[in-house]
């Protein structure tokens, strides 16, 4: 009876974020918050165009659109709640929230992997087999891996809520971060963790790792297709058609390893909140940049809708 009596239920979980940066509250919130109002008008911007402009229906285009969709829903999840912790100066969530905010964010993150991996093959297929492209790759085909991506991360993320909502904890959740990070919070069970860890590190291998090897594969493929290339203006034209997204995997996975393989002892725990935040904030804001800034194909998409407004409203 005594032992049932300490496996108690709490409702609610205290989320520590940046209490030694106290002095700098109200400077922090107003940083957050221009930078996700900057994110979301941005990712809606490009879903949007991708969306209406018939010269971006495309499978890259497609994948674009859904990846920073992810981005927004992910920033989304997390942003917000900071946003009122700091403005209160506290950070309290329920555990029904802490759940859900843990689930989302290993969906996005599924999802987001394995669209980088599709796009990883598209590149592939652009710069290897151009003359087959279109019949190895087209928006149909690329629409059902989408739903497929989204459809097994959300079966996913509920095996992982399902468990997550039922563990039984021992004493106060207080988590030494500014969201519900999933390490610190199953620290504090006290019933059995253990089919949650397995299968979380089986969706982990799954879904991060063996995408990652994926896209490393791809990319000597076509490393080796672009020095076979005899002009040097051949090679550039090539290289330019992936670069914008091998820097946005070199950006995902060099945070993704980086937040992952660093010790969770007190020393690294700042450096660790650091690179936190600017994997939840600043790459969602920069990502939209990155396929844009030398983009033609989106600066016309732009420029025509930007005519069909004039042409509606003057």
């Known amino acids: 009876m005594l032992l049932q009596k300490n496996l108690t239920l709490k409702d609610e979980v205290l989320i520590v974020g940046f209490e030694n940066l106290s002095d700098y509250r109200i400077p922090l919130f107003l940083l957050l918050l221009i930078i996700y109002t900057f994110t979301c008008i941005e990712n809606i911007l490009i879903i ?30 997390l942003v917000p709640l900071i946003l ?4 209160l100066g506290r ?61 097994i991360s959300f079966i996913s993320a509920a ?41 979380s590190l089986v969706i982990s291998i799954l879904a991060t790792i063996l995408p990652f090897f ?8 076509i490393i080796i297709t672009i020095l076979r290339i005899q002009t040097s203006e051949g090679r550039q034209k090539a290289f330019a058609t992936c670069s914008s997204h091998l820097l946005v995997v070199t950006l995902y996975y060099g945070a993704l390893f980086c937040l992952y393989g660093m010790p969770r002892s007190s020393q690294f725990l700042n450096v660790y909140k650091g690179l936190s935040f600017t994997y939840f904030s600043v790459t969602p804001m920069v990502n939209p940049i990155i396929y844009t800034l030398r983009n033609q194909e989106i600066h016309k998409a732009l420029q025509a809708a930007i005519s069909k407004m004039k042409a509606v409203y003057c």
């Open 48 to 77: 949007f165009l991708v969306r209406i402009s018939s010269r971006l229906h495309c499978p890259m285009y497609i994948l674009i659109g859904n990846l920073l969709f992810c981005e927004f829903l992910y920033t989304t999840d």
């Open 84 to 87: 009122q912790h700091m403005l």
């Open 91 to 151: 950070g309290v969530i329920s555990r029904l929230g802490c759940s859900i905010q843990l689930s989302v964010s290993g969906c996005i993150t599924m999802v987001e992997t394995l669209l980088l991996t599709l796009m990883s093959y598209d590149r592939y297929l652009a710069i290897c087999k151009p003359l087959r492209y279109s019949a190895l790759i087209h928006n149909r085909l690329c629409l059902y891996f989408v739903n497929g991506f989204w459809f």
């Open 159 to 199: 095996v992982i809520f399902y468990f997550v909502i039922n563990i039984k904890f021992c004493g106060p959740l207080t988590i030494d971060h500014f969201f519900c990070d999933f390490t610190p919070y199953i620290s504090f069970a006290c019933s059995d963790i253990l089919p949650l860890v397995l299968f």
């Open 214 to 221: 994926l896209i490393v594969l791809s990319y000597i493929f």
